[in-house]
Nanobody, 121 residues
Framework: QLQLVESGGGLVQPGGTLRLSCAASGSIFSISGMGWHRQAPGKQRELVATITSGGSTYYASFVKGRFTISRDNAKNTVYLQMNSLKPEDTAVYYC???????????????WGQGTQVTVSS
């Protein structure tokens, strides 16, 4: 059974920093794209950032210059370094990964359970 387990959320003051981690475990042959999304109360889930297996990144405009996505392919882990946090960054953050579990299977998208990030003074 494949799992994505997130960690690193919490309560932080405006202007503070947090680093989220998301580790994939289970039967894994390869992981292509990985990413982070977030969902604030009463709002739809939105894309935050993505990273390919080769390290190419994409950022939503509202986090560009403040957040950095990275990954460790050896550890099947994706990170989100969040700096200069704002109250509007408060949300549940979810990671996702496109995983092929065997050499012959197609990649499927998997989601983590989410981790709460609260930015408040």
């Amino acid at each position: 059974q494949l799992q994505l387990v997130e960690s690193g959320g919490g309560l932080v003051q405006p202007g503070g920093t947090l680093r989220l981690s998301c580790a994939a475990s289970g039967s894994i042959f390869s992981i292509s794209g990985m990413g982070w999304h977030r969902q604030a109360p009463g709002k739809q889930r939105e894309l935050v950032a993505t990273i390919t297996s080769g390290g190419s990144t994409y950022y939503a405009s509202f986090v560009k210059g403040r957040f950095t996505i990275s990954r460790d392919n050896a550890k099947n882990t994706v990170y989100l370094q969040m700096n200069s946090l704002k109250p509007e960054d408060t949300a549940v953050y979810y990671c996702n990964a496109n995983v092929a579990q065997t050499i012959s299977s197609r990649a499927l998208n998997y989601w983590g359970q989410g981790t709460q990030v609260t930015v408040s003074s």
